[in-house]
């Protein structure tokens, strides 16, 4: 069966950083692009950031976060890590990691895997 579990979550200080992990099980990663998504309390589920599929260094991501968060993958340890700097309290939220199989990231909320999520609190 397919899974994704993110981790690194936790609590940091405005300014400070995190590194979230997603390690995959049951596909074959370097096939899939993968993203990473976020959901505060009483908003919508909203795009992070997404690799490429396979060694690809072709990234986007959203305006709130360039410059701040950095996407990358391990492809030999099947696991896309987002590393989060210059944290703020508007980036408190529960972040997912999703992967749909192909060149790039489908465009929306419908992607072929999701994992579980891991909570960011970002104190002021």
């Known amino acids: 069966q397919v899974q994704l579990v993110e981790s690194g979550g936790g609590l940091v200080q405005a300014g400070g950083s995190l590194r979230l992990s997603c390690a995959t099980s049951?596909?074959?990663?370097?096939?899939?692009?993968a993203g990473w998504f976020r959901q505060a309390p009483g908003k919508e589920r909203d795009f992070v950031a997404a690799i490429n599929w396979y060694s690809s260094r072709i990234v986007e991501y959203a305006r709130s976060v360039k410059g701040r968060f950095t996407i990358s993958r391990d492809n030999a340890k099947n696991t896309v890590y987002l590393q989060m700097d210059s944290l703020t309290p508007e980036d408190t939220a529960v972040y997912y990691c999703?992967?749909?199989?192909?060149?790039?990231?489908?465009?929306?909320?419908?992607?072929?895997?999701w994992g579980q999520g891991t909570q960011v609190t970002v104190s002021s």
């Open positions: 049951g596909l074959s990663f370097s096939n899939y692009a």
């Open positions: 999703a992967v749909d199989r192909g060149p790039r990231l489908r465009v929306g909320i419908n992607h072929d895997y």
